[in-house]
């Protein structure tokens, strides 16, 4: 079983920098919060499909991870022999970034346990699409 933390964090700084493609650009600062963290496992089982526990009613489509996992594009048979646990201890909805610390916390994960040798700055675009 292999585990990876994704802290929470607290946006410090927000400034609003322009507008691009129907989205606002923005320059922030955040700081993780050493203590408060998801916890993300690689867990052998046989799937049918990638497979995700620990995550409520959030439906697989709308789930970071799992949209994270799509924005990789990697063709593996690993997630047919693995599932994804996820030990919830951010609060959903607190403003924390618990969503988007656990897509990237599971990114590297991957990226890793695959060693799919991606950089950091190739795995944070692709996370930011």
Known sequence: MVTIKAYAKINTFLKITGHKNGYHT?????????????????????????????????????????????????????????KVVVEKNIPSGAGLGGGSSDAGAFMRLFNQVCDLQIDTPTLANMGST
């Not at 320059?27 to 995550?55: M, N, W």
């Open 26 to 82: 923005l320059l922030s600062r955040f700081i993780k919060v050493p203590h408060l963290y998801d916890t993300i496992r690689f867990v052998p089982q046989a799937c049918d499909t990638f497979t995700i526990e620990g995550c409520g009613d959030v439906p697989l489509q709308s789930n970071t991870i799992y949209q994270s996992f799509l924005a990789m594009n990697i063709e593996t048979d690993f997630f047919r022999h693995h």
